[in-house]
């Protein structure tokens, strides 16, 4: 759906997109993780011909949209007619409704009359927003506004959504909210890009995470590979906590009490298996056990080096 090769973006001196390869398949829901000025936003207005990168190569669906430091504008106008957009900064109009918004939105796409009331109910209801459809779009709160934005977004029924950090400044709730939405467009046969400088954001709803640091993706993977294969070069960490206090003279393991019964152990693999055998043979049993998730920022630091 998106292919980008050995892009290449300039700000006067600022590199913002250092040879840039990403690959989205088509019904994937991707993550596009990376932290502040890592070039998320660069590459999505890229993505859109929004700004003029140098150098490399950008395809949507199988049309390729620029190359050779050029866009072509009809491959460009084609695919934009299938891309439904959230910007990382967008505004609303404040003194309007939900219904008021999405019929200006609709007007511009020209989507006819008839279609248009339909569309607009169907999209309301999908962002759960169909109760507050008269209500002024400036008393709602971030989350609500999020997602009268994905309605926009869809209105054109798009195959493929690309939204700039969609869930920034959302409370938990929110999140999950937003979440489950973007599973629906999955089922509903489209694709998902989005990016975000939050691991939480990406976590149980992508099935592809790319990693940008410094305008070069880092990594392309599950979240789930991601994390064991930098556990596996950071070394795990487990907290344990045990019925009675065991003693752990004598271990290869970094053991350092966190309570009576708790510790923290660091170890350079997975040794979870080994922990148990060992609790057992001290005569202890194991109450709790938890392999720390590394952070996000431990993450970016580690594909910097
Ligand atoms: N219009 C601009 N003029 C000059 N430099 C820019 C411009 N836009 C972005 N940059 C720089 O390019 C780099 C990448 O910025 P970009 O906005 O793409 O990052 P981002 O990953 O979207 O960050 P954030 O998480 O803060 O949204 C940063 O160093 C930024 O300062
Ligand atoms: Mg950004």
């Known amino acids: ?11 006067k001196d600022v590199k913002a997109l250092d040879g840039l ?11 596009f993780l990376g932290p502040n000025g890592a070039g ?4 999505i207005l890229s993505t859109l011909g929004l700004i003029f990168p140098q150098e490399g190569r950008i ?37 309007m409704t939900p219904v008021q918004t999405l019929d200006i939105i609709a007007d511009a796409f020209k989507i006819p009359r008839a279609e248009k009331e339909r569309r607009i109910r169907e999209l309301l209801e999908l962002v759960n927003l169909w109760e507050d459809r008269n209500r002024k779009v400036g008393k709602f709160s971030k989350g ?26 959302l409370d938990p709730t929110g999140i999950a909210e ?11 046969g489209r694709t998902v890009f989005f990016s975000s400088h939050i691991l939480a954001h990406v976590e149980e709803i992508c ?14 993977d599950s979240l789930d590979r991601i994390k064991r294969e930098f556990l596996k070069k950071a070394g795990y960490t487990i907290i344990l906590e045990t019925n009675v ?23 350079p693999d997975d040794i979870r298996e080994e922990l148990h055998d060992f609790v057992a043979s001290k005569g202890a049993k194991i109450l709790t056990m938890q392999v720390k998730e590394p952070s996000l920022e431990e993450i970016f630091l580690k594909m910097v080096e």
């Open 40 to 43: 998320k936003s660069t590459t």
């Open 207 to 220: 099935d592809t995470v790319g990693v940008i640091v410094k305008g070069k993706l880092r990594v392309e």
């Open 144 to 169: 609500m506004r999020q997602r009268l934005l994905l309605a926009q977004a869809l209105i054109n029924d798009p195959d493929l959504l690309i939204l700039d950090e969609p869930m920034t400044g």
């Open 1 to 11: 759906m998106i292919r980008i090769e050995n892009l290449v973006k300039l700000y």
């Open 245 to 267: 206090p065991v003693d752990f003279t004598g271990v290869d393991w970094r053991v350092s009490p966190l309570g009576e019964r708790k510790y923290r152990i660091a170890a």
């Open 178 to 188: 937003f979440k489950d939405i973007i599973r629906e467009q999955r089922k509903a």
């Open 21 to 31: 390869n990403l690959e989205v398949k088509p019904g994937q829901i991707y993550g």
């Open 59 to 95: 395809s949507l669906f199988d049309l390729e949209v620029f190359r050779d430091g050029k866009f072509n504008e009809d491959s460009l106008v084609e695919a934009k007619r299938r891309i439904g957009y959230m910007p990382e900064h967008a505004t609303l109009w404040d003194f």
